[in-house]
């Protein structure tokens, strides 16, 4: 009598888990036809695919994967407000560079600045201050600052088909991990938030610590000094060291994400491997092998040529913003 | 009539697990006590001291906590076997330190290295060779080798109650840590068989890395330079690189893991530390403030003035090893 009703709450379990669409904002077309022939090949148990739970490692770039980028990396306007909040203190930046393209462009869209030098500069501006009150700094920021086209959150700027795809991985064993060219003290205070990805499982670019007591207090300071770039050959290196083990599936945008996408796609077994295109002009931003942001031009041609899955934002996403 | 039974089925699972002792290798003595205290507090919801899953993180040091670390760390017999194996390729490491002082020294127990001189010679003795390739010697090196001692493998010179202290931990909801001065690479091959920790949470010394297509294929190479010194001021700042969010509980050994335990402890909220005192002769080895390996000083001061639990192996460990 007992296994007769365990039996049947299992299976309504289990009608209702296939029943409801795992990826609602999708449209049925191609990638994401090939989303789901991936995870029920390596999650089907006894199948010569199958994959183990441990070794289902997913990873996302950030920045015009999971969250926009246009018309300047988020981070960099970050960037922007913490060293024109800081600049009266330091009188040295109107002449240094970069902090000084950062105080002179009077368009934003017209700062040129590295990826490199954005590190630089978010890092010399906060040596010396602790983790804690970094991480203070970055979450007032998130909460407050309004994106310039739309007046939203950014963390509201993230794109619903992507939430929905790593929450129907996380369901099926999958861990899922952030790999971007960000700073990663950047991203840890709100994507547990915004993506359900935990501190841990964040991986970025990152700039010196120093433990020590301060008063007898222990605090872990900022150095003014570059620790590790998560860009381009940085992004494999980066997942070695945090995870040490190579990820089955791999999600970008850009060329900064081809060597995450030739690591992932070179290991034994299946892989997956998908490129995001923005060109959705209307509802997004339309970019792709001459933008100076998230540049597409040697990664799309290898998706090509190696038949990886490359999203069209603009024929396969139903729906790009939780907001709309 | 469901409900009847399935509150049935939870009564008995819930019976069970109170039923069962979780360590059943530790006396009852207060060390024991404390571990279920602190456990049955944080995870007691609606009580004030509950911590919500995401942040019940643990680190543990690998050396003289998880497994033994006499009459040499296992890690300097690894580089010894290796910098022997590799000499005759390296005919300059005869006079060049510190690798003449691993081939010329008699007694391995009189080697003279410091952490960093160890690392340095893991790293320069495998600089060049691919990170699969490593993790293929350390996985050859691992099933093989054996302890001077007792004939043991390496792997089986674990403390069995650190192994049931880990499973109650993550049958609790932690997220269980390594926190080693260890090589990461040399540790993550076998973590998880051994200890249920999968790479992703091994946190230890590093070397650089770089990745590269060689002949078209994507490989990660081991640069013969230092990354990261996973010890002493170091563990806060890996814990803080890894993890991004600062444990409530952790345990050591030595002084090498104080500050670890300092920055543990200075968090708001419940928190707890551990130290492991090696006083067991008999069983294993009893060493402390004047060893020079495992060196116990400072960090025991710190646990007495603190309050934190110190474990006697002799008196609070009724199993020392899994095959006693």
């Known amino acids: 009598m007992k296994n007769f ?5 299992a299976a309504l379990l289990v009608t209702t888990a296939f029943a409801a669409d795992p990826l609602p904002s999708w449209n049925d077309t191609a ?20 994959v183990p739970v441990p070794e289902r490692i997913a990873t ?4 015009g994967t999971l969250w926009a980028e246009q018309p300047i990396y988020f981070q960099l306007r970050f960037a922007l407000d913490r060293v024109k909040a800081l600049a009266p203190q330091h009188p040295e930046w109107k002449t240094k560079s970069p902090f000084n393209k950062l105080l002179s462009t009077p368009k934003e869209e017209n700062v040129a600045v590295s990826e490199q030098e954005l590190m630089e500069v978010i890092i010399t501006a906060h040596a010396g201050i602790t983790t804690e009150e970094f991480e203070k700094v970055v979450k007032d ?4 600052a309004k994106h310039p086209k ?3 959150l950014y963390t509201e700027m993230v794109y619903q088909p992507m939430l929905e795809l790593l929450a129907y991985l ?3 064993g999958f861990k899922t991990f952030i790999v971007s060219g960000g700073g990663i003290e950047f991203m840890r205070p709100w994507t ?20 020590e007591l301060r008063d007898g207090k222990p605090v872990i300071l900022k150095l003014p000094e570059i620790n590790f770039v998560d860009d381009k050959a940085g992004k494999p290196v980066g997942i070695q060291q945090h995870i040490g083990r ?26 997956f491997a998908l490129i995001v295109h923005h060109d959705d002009e209307k509802r997004e931003w339309a970019y792709d092998r001459t933008s100076r942001i998230g540049k597409l031009d040697k990664a799309w041609d290898e998706a090509i040529a190696k038949s990886w899955t490359v999203v069209s934002m603009k024929e396969d996403w139903k729906r790009v913003f939780p907001f709309e």
């Open 31 to 50: 990638p994401k036809q090939a989303i789901i022939q991936f995870v029920e090949k390596v999650t089907k148990e006894g199948s010569p695919e199958f």
């Open 5 to 9: 009703f365990l039996t049947i709450s």
């Open 246 to 271: 190579r990820p089955i599936a791999a999600f970008g945008n850009s060329d900064g994400d081809l060597q995450m996408l030739q690591w992932t796609t070179a290991g034994g077994g299946p892989r």
């Open 170 to 172: 996380r369901a099926n």
């Open 60 to 63: 996302f770039d950030n920045d």
């Open 192 to 211: 547990e938030k915004v993506y359900g990805i935990p501190p841990e499982q964040v991986i970025g670019s990152s700039g010196k610590l120093k433990f």
């Open 150 to 152: 739309n007046g939203k």
């Open 141 to 144: 920021w998130i909460s407050t």
